[in-house]
Nanobody
Framework: QVQLVESGGGSAQSGGSLRLSCAAS????????MGWFRQAPGKEREGVAG????????YYADSVKGRFTISRDNAKNTLYLQMNSLKPEDTAMYYC??????????????????WGQGTQVTVSS
């Protein structure tokens, strides 16, 4: 079955960096688009970044443009999110997700089919 396992979360100071990873298994990873989402307490889950199956296209939420970079290594079945210049408002549970559809770039949860369990990111000021 499809499994997505996130890692790399933790605590950081404002202005610091973290790198999240997502290990995928149970399907042909290189054939599907991927995304990162986040959800803070009391808020809806929001799309952060998405990447095409071959890595040729990426999309970002305005709130993270210029600070976060999504990438993937199809040889390792792994998705990454490099987060720089972190802000307290980046504090959330971060999830990776796989999209088997064509509208992955919309970065909306209902366009993604499979989800990981999440990894917590906490940024202090």
């Amino acid at each position: 079955q499809v499994q997505l396992v996130e890692s790399g979360g933790g605590s950081a100071q404002s202005g610091g960096s973290l790198r999240l990873s997502c290990a995928a298994s149970g399907y042909t990873y290189s054939s599907y688009c991927m995304g990162w989402f986040r959800q803070a307490p009391g808020k809806e889950r929001e799309g952060v970044a998405g990447i095409h199956s071959d890595g040729s296209f990426t999309y970002y939420a305005d709130s993270v443009k210029g600070r976060f970079t999504i990438s993937r290594d199809n040889a390792k079945n792994t998705l990454y999110l490099q987060m720089n210049s972190l802000k307290p408002e980046d504090t959330a549970m971060y999830y990776c997700a796989a999209s088997f559809g064509r509208k992955w770039w919309l970065l909306v949860p209902h366009e993604y089919n499979f989800w990981g369990q999440g990894t917590q990111v906490t940024v202090s000021s």
